[in-house]
């Protein structure tokens, strides 16, 4: 996701000149992304990635290192998911959720 970054501004130029030739840069600079997880090169690359695939990502680091179950995992994420679009339609009067922060904003906490 870092070298994609560095990609994505090293031919920023481009993406408003001429986003074929963007996004062609970027492929080729991130090979193993392209090819092997295009749905998050896709994102990615769209801007469309938040927190929420950080959180799915910490989740699963969780279930690695034993401190949570797939289960416990599934119920956490599943809940966030449901405070986030389904509480605000059925009930009315809750506050709405805070926005998701945005794939810099969730790496800026970190600078």
Same mark, same amino acid.
């Given at each position: 996701?870092?070298?994609?970054?560095?990609? $994505?501004?090293?031919?920023?130029? !481009?993406?408003?000149?001429? #986003?074929?030739?963007? *996004?062609?840069?970027?492929?080729? &600079?991130?090979?193993?992304?392209?090819?092997?997880?295009?749905?998050?090169?896709? $994102?990615?690359?769209?801007?469309? !990635?938040?927190?929420?695939? #950080?959180?799915?990502? *910490?989740?699963?680091?969780?279930? &690695?290192?034993?401190?949570?179950?797939?289960?416990?995992?599934?119920?956490?994420?599943?809940?966030?998911?449901?405070?986030?679009?389904?509480?605000?339609?059925?009930?009315?009067?809750?506050?709405?959720?805070?926005?998701?922060?945005?794939?810099?904003?969730?790496?800026?906490?970190?600078?």
């Amino acid at each position: 996701m870092r070298d994609m970054d560095t990609s $994505m501004r090293k031919h920023k130029a !481009l993406k408003t000149s001429n #986003f074929t030739e963007f *996004r062609q840069k970027v492929s080729e &600079e991130n090979k193993i992304l392209y090819d092997e997880y295009p749905p998050i090169f896709e $994102m990615h690359i769209a801007g469309k !990635l938040d927190e929420t695939f #950080f959180e799915m990502l *910490r989740l699963r680091r969780k279930i &690695e290192l034993g401190e949570m179950t797939q289960d416990q995992a599934d119920k956490a994420f599943g809940q966030k998911i449901f405070d986030r679009f389904v509480a605000p339609v059925i009930n009315k009067d809750a506050p709405p959720p805070p926005k998701p922060m945005s794939y810099s904003e969730y790496y800026d906490q970190f600078k």
